[in-house]
């Protein structure tokens, strides 16, 4: 509390200081790269360097995060980066390590120190956040819709961690966020919960960490890539094919069919199982889905045949197997060919009637005809009936 009401006032001395406004940006020189060197900052259109005294961590995390060099690896003293030229600008400088810039920072003004340019400032910093690692937690890559994913977000240096996200690819918006423990700072675990197709995907991580003033959040580089695949198998279909003059739900016994499985959803190295059960137990068939739809045959249909049709696709991936669930029930019965309603028994006796009847009628036209050529006409038979009434009266006279 004491050093933070000493930087405070500080903090309101250095305001009324003219130096304070009249600061502009800040640089490192004589490093190997643009993210270490010796402290520089400008003023009045000069820059000048800054004194070590109260040189310490905290001023090297604000010169690094406002540089957009990550994270200070070390706060170094005694002109490690070689001497400096003109102005030393800042003598004594405090930093609670939030401050947006260097010259934010509180300016101690009545300090004792004598500085020279052998006590000028110098940090090293990280270059940029450093990549976080992502392990996966849970012991398998592929997973079926509704089940957790658990993932592991870890990064070694874990200074000013504020938050770590789980990334899509494609997705901009993070799919989990998980506050960083401050009692383990180094990663957090980030659970995908009830996942779905659309889960699945490459996934990376990344952390945040917190400073400037007001405060800001600086966002690390993505992590590695973890694949995760979602298996979600749809209920198959399944019908069958038989002749044509078996009855609905039925096959003639001895006859062949057909029974087909198709899913709409195949992955690599899926199979079709076909399940039938009937009073004396349950038989089953397997066969590879190459394609979509497989068929099952049977050749020469026996009463071992009949029974409830069920059609299930399972696949292995990952190490895993998965199910689908079972199709709809599909009754089969097996009958006996019945002779009198057969086919072909029934276009003899169809045959044999038509002749039948033919004859018949032939007959009949053949009777008519016959009848009609030898009935006597009209005048033949009176002529016969006076002939035979005058025999008879000729008789009687006669008598």
Known sequence: MLRFLRILLTGLLGVLWDGVAAFGGVRLVGGDNRCSGRVEVLRHDQWGTVCDHG?????????CLELGCGLAESALHGAVFGEGRGEIWLRHIQCSGLESSL??????????????????AGVKCSGTLLMPTLTLLSPHTVFSP?????FGCSVLLGHHLSDFHLYKH???TPLVTQR???????????????????????????????????????????S???????????????????????????????????????????????SFQLRLIRSNGTVRQSLPALTPTVTFTFPNAQSSNEGYYYCLYRVQMGGRTFVSRESQPLPIAIRDPDPILSPMVISWIV?????????????IVAKVLCNREKKPSELERETRTCVDNTYVALSINKL
């Open 224 to 270: 590695n890539s973890i694949n995760i695949t979602v298996v979600e198998l749809l209920t198959p279909h399944h019908w069958y094919n038989t002749s044509t003059e078996a009855p609905a739900g039925s096959v003639l016994k001895g006859h062949s069919f057909n029974i087909t499985c198709t899913t709409p959803q195949q992955y690599p190295g899926g």
């Open 55 to 63: 040189w310490d961590l905290r001023e090297a995390y604000v010169v």
């Open 180 to 222: 960083a423990d401050q009692t383990q700072t180094s990663g957090v675990e980030l659970t995908l919960s009830d996942i779905e197709t659309f889960h699945q995907g490459s996934y990376s991580c990344r952390y945040r960490i917190k400073g400037g003033f007001p405060s800001q959040l600086l966002s690390s580089p993505p």
């Open 351 to 363: 045959s044999g009637l038509t002749f039948i009847v033919a004859v018949i009628v032939i007959i």
């Open 146 to 150: 509704g089940e957790a994913v658990r």
């Open 170 to 172: 494609g997705v901009s």
């Open 103 to 120: 010259t934010r920072c509180a300016v101690v003004l009545h300090s004792n120190t004598y500085c020279t340019h052998k006590n000028d």
